[in-house]
């Protein structure tokens, strides 16, 4: 199942009673998990690989040290990040676990802003790491339904459709814009006994009310001025089979009347026709708001909603089941790349926070769109914000990018990335820390 992974835990690894409960707390106040250690083999005696933190650990205890604990962490899973507290001494052996993958180290003495950022930085990249590992497994694993999510409500929006598909009753479908309505009237025709036949949609909303009823009903040979063939309508274009009725709450309120007979009687009397073409359909139909609200508010017919709320299914909107985002946009991110050739896509934060904060007025449509302009690379903040950025931010911007290039280029190797920007090693931890920038995430097998 994809999620986005919230719920963090910082272990933190140290056999000096006093500094690690003066850590733990520094932590702690600023409202970090964290849970203690004494010992390295008490931490790999709990650990997995789907450990959804980070550690912290110090590199002088006895039994196991710090770098023995971070080889056979890396072992478990080469992604988690493990930061090192290094005494002076312990510096080069540091710098050293760092080029063989440890996330950062910290020498004694340090301050304690400097251990939370450390550690921020690392939960936020475990997040990501966790996050694209999921994408990736999704995307191995299609869904067994179009109508994804383990959400209570798509779990029972599912049974229903699968229950509702067999009878061969009118349904009405409520959801707001984006929800999928049309996407649930595909699945009960596709797994109806009508299947084999026509699956006919009409946009109720877009239907110009001076042609409604040619375009509904037909119109029979000379009974339109100019016009010298019958036309079929799209009502019995869709005998035998399904008409969807889209957005029926935007159907013209004089052509309400004549619909409803079509399907008080199943037939249809074309304009200008003599005698009514009987029918053998099912109406599906679907509508963004409340009939009932639009019925008293008097521009839909009463008569015509009961006949039409046969079977009611209603479709919740996306912020009502923010768990089904993660699967959903997995989903989409997987038929963007292939749509588009686009290849490894990897989560970024912005998209990370987008996809947990944003309440997507649009639901699940907009959901997909974002996905394609994700994959696409188009998921950057907004178009105009560069304009207001003052000098100072334009240069750090222009410094992030050059460094991110650096490491793109060297695939994260700290050393390489340092010769080629040719600047002091100190700068360039300095920078890539205000920056925000994670070397690791830039790690890949050559």
Not at 61 to 75: C, S, T, V, Y
Request: proline share 7%.
């Amino acid at each position: 199942m994809t999620r986005l992974v919230n719920d963090q835990q910082l272990w933190f690894v140290d056999d000096d009673p006093g500094l690690r409960e003066a850590n733990v707390q520094t932590l702690e106040l600023a409202g970090i998990a964290v849970r203690a250690f004494a010992d390295a083999a008490s931490v790999l005696a709990e650990i997995g690989p789907d450990f959804a933190g980070a550690i912290v650990s110090d590199i002088r205890m006895p039994g196991m040290d710090g770098l023995q604990l971070f080889a056979r962490l890396r072992a478990i899973d080469p992604e988690l990040p493990v930061i090192l507290i290094t005494g002076h001494a312990d510096v080069p052996m540091a710098v050293g676990a760092l080029r063989d993958g440890a996330f950062d180290f910290l020498s004694k003495p340090f301050a304690a802003d400097h251990l939370v950022a450390a550690v921020t930085r690392a939960l936020a990249h475990r997040r990501l790491v966790l996050d694209n590992r999921a994408l990736r497994a999704a995307a191995a694993t299609p869904p067994d339904s179009p109508l994804i999510g383990d959400s209570p409500a798509m779990v029972r929006l599912r049974e229903s459709v699968a229950q509702v598909a067999r009878a061969d009753v009118d349904v009405l479908i409520e959801g707001e814009t984006g929800t999928g309505k049309e996407l649930v009237a595909a699945m009960l025709h596709r797994a109806s006994p009508r299947a084999a036949r026509p699956f006919v949609a009409v946009a109720c909303a877009a239907l110009p009310e001076a042609h409604a009823e040619i375009e509904l009903f037909g119109h029979a040979a000379d009974a339109v001025p100019g016009v010298r063939f019958a036309r079929t309508g799209r009502v019995e274009a869709s005998d035998r089979g399904t008409l969807f009725l889209d957005d029926i709450d935007g159907m013209p309120l004089p052509v309400q009347p004549r619909l409803l007979r079509v399907l008080e009687e199943r037939e249809v009397l074309p304009v200008g026709a003599e005698r009514p073409v009987s029918l053998d359909l099912r109406v599906i139909a679907s509508a963004k708001g409340d009939l009932r609200a639009l019925v008293k508010r008097g521009i839909f017919r009463s008569d015509l909603y009961f006949r039409l709320d046969v079977v009611r299914l209603s479709i919740p909107p996306l912020r009502e089941r923010r768990a089904d985002i993660a699967p959903l946009f997995a989903a989409f991110v997987a038929e963007a790349a292939a749509q588009t050739g686009q290849t490894g896509f990897r989560m970024t934060d912005f998209v990370r926070r987008h996809l947990l904060d944003h309440d997507w007025p649009g639901n699940v449509r907009e959901l997909r769109n974002f996905a394609f302009s994700a994959v696409l690379g188009l998921d950057d903040a907004a178009p105009d914000a560069a304009a207001r950025q003052a000098l100072p931010e334009r240069v750090h911007a222009y410094e992030a990018m050059l460094l991110r290039e650096a490491l793109e280029t060297t695939r994260g190797n700290v050393t390489q990335a340092i010769d080629l920007l040719g600047v002091p090693r100190k700068t360039f931890y300095d920078k890539i820390q205000r920056a925000g920038i994670i070397p690791a995430e830039f790690r890949r097998p050559r």
